[in-house]
T-cell receptor
Framework: QKEVEQNSGPLSVPEGAIASLNCTYS??????FFWYRQYSGKSPELIMS????GDKEDGRFTAQLNKASQYVSLLIRDSQPSDSATYLC????????????FGKGTTLSVSS | GAGVSQSPRYKVAKRGQDVALRCDPI?????PFWYQQALGQGPEFLTY????????KSGLPSDRFFAERPEGSVSTLKIQRTQQEDSAVYLC???????????????FGPGTRLTVL
């Protein structure tokens, strides 16, 4: 079982809709969770970090964390064509300051 | 500099050639991390440093891979006797110094795309 699982997609949504991206992880001791956006041919860019159960909002983005279910999600409201990219879920190991474990990424396509 | 810098951005090597990839982390950051990203996959951890110390090299795929950070700033990932399966993007990331999980956030450089022919 891979440590961080994401549906590879593609996830297709129309412009203005809500895009919902999901991620599960296997290590119950994980304490830090991240969403990165990666455009084709570019490096990952941090969108959100979350450390506590519940929701965290930043502009059009909301990250949701449920440690009991080992589940983290990213909602993108009012999706724009410029949001079309691969979204990588990353989980910190249970020791601070060490490597991040990434999922394979979900490809999002927003059509205008 | 403002962000993590890496060089070269692109490298084409003949099979069997040695290559060296350079990472200059964000000023003030203590921990350059190296990841390998194959096409269609997420980044996979290779190794990282804290200051000059290489604290974890468990992700290095073979003894052909090794990393250095001799002067505590620039880090170099070296691949000896390159093979076609080494073709990937090599990403360097750095994080802020400090304690606790809130410093787990890593910022990535532009990467080096290595193609082994």
């Amino acid at each position: 079982q891979k440590e961080v699982e994401q549906n590879s997609g593609p996830l297709s949504v129309p412009e203005g809709a809500i895009a919902s991206l999901n991620c599960t992880y296997s290590d119950r001791g994980s304490q830090s969770f991240f969403w990165y956006r990666q455009y084709s041919g570019k490096s990952p860019e941090l969108i959100m970090s979350i450390y506590s159960n519940g929701d965290k909002e930043d502009g059009r983005f909301t990250a949701q964390l449920n440690k009991a279910s080992q589940y983290v999600s990213l909602l993108i409201r009012d999706s724009q064509p410029s949001d079309s990219a691969t979204y990588l879920c990353a989980v910190g190991r249970n020791q601070a300051g060490t490597a991040l474990i990434f999922g394979k990424g979900t490809t999002l396509s927003v059509s205008s | 500099g403002a962000g993590v810098s890496q060089s070269p951005r692109y490298k084409v090597a003949k099979r069997g050639q040695d290559v060296a990839l350079r990472c200059d982390p964000i000023s003030g950051h203590v921990s350059p991390f190296w990841y390998q990203q194959a096409l269609g996959q997420g980044p996979e951890f290779l190794t990282y440093f804290q200051n000059e110390a290489q604290l974890d090299k468990s992700g290095l795929p073979s003894d052909r891979f090794f990393a250095e950070r001799p002067e505590g700033s620039v880090s170099t990932l070296k691949i000896q006797r390159t093979q076609q399966e080494d073709s990937a993007v090599y990403l360097c990331a750095s994080r802020k110094p400090g304690q606790g999980f809130t410093t787990d956030t890593q910022y990535f450089g532009p990467g080096t795309r290595l193609t082994v022919l």
